[in-house]
């Protein structure tokens, strides 16, 4: 049974570097074809992101947020609820943490703390609306999250345009941020801000709370095979629920942050896709937050990577957009190198087979 084990973990790893492999290739295979240079292209497009500090602080800014709607859908789709309301929540977690940080005046210290909670606790309800309705309604929660996201965006700027705009901006964004709400940076020269610490605690606490502890467990128990948890006791509609809510809560604090973090005023006209790409982070991730900054690090990187080959190439940025897309095709297919998998199981079986008897005849 280890053997499997270790066989099913190798396999996860190689399908993932096979697929960024694959992916890579089909890229400068394409870039062959646009670029007047593609070596040069795909040399800014490889190492373009670790020629500076500024491009290396811009990885880390990039990844920042996705550490927290990844890990926020590893808990949600570990009990099998395909939620895509993390967008929203992250969206509208923003926005609460906005008019927390321009109207009211607390204590240094204490405000950002005060205004991540709030968007924290609209994430939370933003994605406990349509786990609830599965749940009392059997609506399917792909569904009804999708349609979430747009009463999420509209009320979002409904709040920004009318309560909390500044006329005095120019555009469409809200009132300047009272210093003692805004997150520290932790690096000069980037925009490396306090958020980081936060988003690599909540990955950890999140792999403890999934893989370590009983309540992750009856999670896990539940996307595996919810007629078998139910009858072991678990309360299953409840379980549902509570991990949407946490899930949607650190969503609205991954908004919070990223608003403290990078911004001195919430200026967002559109939905960031920062919910969106926590799914695809945490498909990389198998469902397992340990292996979130991993993936959101990679996604980050090639993200950059792809920026700055746009800018000293004749290659547009959208090419990053044809990688991401293979990698998910092949991370997620679950008969991708599932013959060569399944040999290599049965070949180590009969070798412990043929072990045990050799054992048993020495013994004998």
């Known amino acids: ?70 890990v926020g859908v590893c808990i949600m789709y570990s009990a099998n609820q395909i939620n895509m309301a993390s967008e929203g929540a992250f969206f509208l977690g923003g926005v609460a943490t906005a008019y927390i940080a321009v109207t009211y005046s607390i204590p240094a210290g204490l405000h950002p703390v005060v205004a991540i909670l709030a968007g924290g606790i609209v994430g939370a309800f933003i994605c406990g609306i349509p786990a609830l309705m599965y749940v009392k309604f059997k609506a399917l929660p792909v569904v009804s999250s999708l349609m979430i996201n747009y009463v999420c965006l509209y009320l979002g700027l409904f709040i920004i345009n009318y309560i909390i705009r500044d006329p005095e901006a120019g555009y469409m964004a809200s009132y300047k941020f009272i210093k003692t709400a805004v997150l520290p940076d932790l690096f000069s020269r980037t925009n490396v801000h306090f958020g980081l610490i936060i988003g690599l605690a909540i990955v950890f606490i999140g792999y403890l709370y999934l893989m370590k502890s009983k309540w992750g467990y009856s999670i896990r128990m539940i996307g595996k095979n919810p007629n078998f948890a139910k009858y072991s006791g678990i309360n299953v ?128």
């Open 1 to 70: 049974m280890n053997k499997v084990i270790k066989i099913e973990n190798q396999f996860r790893v190689i399908r993932v570097a096979l697929s960024i492999a694959i992916a890579l290739a089909i890229a400068f295979l394409i870039i062959s074809f646009v670029s007047n240079d593609p070596l040069f292209t795909m040399y800014n497009f490889i190492i373009g992101p670790f020629t500076s500090i500024n491009r290396i602080g811009n990885i880390i800014e990039v990844m920042t947020p996705l550490l927290f709607t990844a």
């Open 237 to 364: 509609p409840a379980v549902i629920i509570g991990c949407q809510l946490l899930g949607g809560f650190i969503a609205g604090i991954g908004g919070a942050v990223e608003q403290l973090g990078m911004y001195t005023r919430f200026q967002y006209q559109k939905l960031p896709g920062h919910g969106f790409d926590g799914v695809m982070i945490a498909i990389l991730a198998r469902y397992n937050p340990k292996y979130v900054p991993l993936a959101a690090f990679f996604l980050a990187y090639i993200r950059v990577g792809a920026d700055v080959m746009a800018r000293t190439s004749d290659v547009p940025v959208e090419i990053v957009s044809i990688i991401q897309a293979v990698i998910i095709i092949f991370v997620a297919s679950e008969r991708f190198l599932e013959g060569w998998k399944l040999k290599k199981i049965v070949k180590s079986t009969k070798e412990a087979f043929v072990e045990e008897e050799d054992n048993a005849v020495k013994e004998a």
